[in-house]
């Protein structure tokens, strides 16, 4: 079944060919122009992703992200020609998977939503759950369980989570884990995925602040601990 997006921007000749564009591509796609038209087809259909152009003509898109995240775990990725990186820091805190600056190729959209879908979905196949004590995660449910709750992550952090656990004992870099998690190399400086850290650890350790699960190794990286309670 094609996947079907929403795409929510006001620049319309954009829109129209990023929907041209990815219809050809085989996805099905929904344009919303501003943030509370975008918050109307949320609440009544169900989307497989949302592309999110942070510039709305009558509200922030991190506003539309922040009232997403509080009922859905949809798969989200910004857009954005504010070059502050601040918004792409704050946009990971409110849960967004991915961010795409402008102007952007089309079919570096195509790549990266391909992406993040694949890592919602989860792989083909059966794979069994990692247990860690108190924490269950279950790879082919794309779900982490903490004392049998589910942990509030988004796509692109249980992509995380599982790429640690998979490797619990060794000290992932941060270039490594989004090796894996993302398929692309870790930009210069880039430190979000250290934001993205704190989203998890906040979901899965006791004491986030004493993490005991996701170990910092200073310099190096980061380590999933093998023995937990």
Same mark, same amino acid.
Do not use: W
């Given at each position: 079944?094609?996947?079907?997006?929403?795409?929510?921007?006001?620049?319309?000749?954009?829109?129209?060919?990023? !929907?041209?564009?990815?219809?050809?591509a085989g996805?099905?796609?929904?344009?919303?122009?501003?943030g509370a038209?975008?918050?109307?087809?949320?609440?009544? !259909?169900?989307?497989?992703?949302?592309?999110?152009?942070?510039?709305?003509?009558?509200?922030d898109g991190?506003?539309?992200?922040?009232?997403?995240? =509080?009922? $859905?775990?949809?798969?989200?990725?910004?857009?954005?020609? #504010?070059?502050?990186?601040?918004?792409?820091?704050?946009?990971?805190?409110?849960?967004?998977?991915?961010?795409?600056?402008?102007?952007?190729?089309?079919?570096?959209?195509?790549?990266?939503?391909?992406?993040?879908?694949?890592? *919602?979905?989860?792989?083909?196949?059966?794979?069994?759950?990692?247990?860690?004590?108190?924490?269950?995660?279950?790879?082919?449910?794309?779900?982490?369980?903490?004392?049998?709750?589910?942990?509030?992550?988004? $796509?692109?952090?249980?992509?995380?989570?599982?790429?640690?656990?998979?490797?619990?004992?060794?000290?992932? *870099?941060?270039?490594?884990?989004?090796?894996?998690?993302?398929?692309? !190399?870790?930009? =210069?400086?880039?430190? *979000?995925?250290?934001?993205?850290? *704190?989203?998890? #650890?906040?979901?899965?350790?006791?004491?986030?602040?004493?993490? #005991?699960?996701?170990? !910092?190794? #200073?310099?190096?990286?980061?380590?999933?601990?093998?023995?937990?309670?």
């Open positions: 079944m094609a996947a079907h997006l929403l795409l929510v921007e006001d620049d319309a000749p954009l829109a129209e060919m990023l !929907t041209e564009y990815l219809g050809s996805f099905v796609v929904t344009h919303a122009a501003t038209g975008a918050l109307q087809q949320l609440a009544r !259909t169900d989307f497989d992703a949302l592309v999110l152009d942070l510039m709305l003509p009558d509200m991190l506003d539309v992200c922040r009232q997403l995240r =509080a009922r $859905s775990d949809l798969p989200v990725l910004m857009l954005t020609a #504010r070059g502050d990186a601040i918004d792409r820091i704050v946009g990971f805190e409110l849960g967004a998977d991915d961010y795409l600056p402008k102007p952007f190729e089309p079919r570096e959209l195509l790549v990266r939503l391909r992406a993040i879908l694949r890592r *919602s979905r989860g792989p083909l196949g059966a794979e069994q759950a990692l247990h860690f004590g108190r924490l269950e995660i279950d790879r082919a449910a794309h779900t982490a369980r903490l004392d049998g709750h589910a942990c509030n992550l988004t $796509s692109y952090q249980f992509a995380l989570l599982r790429t640690l656990a998979e490797n619990a004992g060794r000290v992932m *870099s941060r270039e490594a884990l989004m090796d894996h998690a993302k398929g692309e !190399t870790l930009e =210069a400086f880039d430190r *979000s995925i250290d934001v993205h850290m *704190s989203r998890i #650890r906040a979901a899965i350790e006791d004491d986030p602040k004493q993490p #005991r699960r996701i170990i !910092t190794v #200073r310099g190096a990286g980061y380590l999933f601990a093998k023995a937990q309670a």
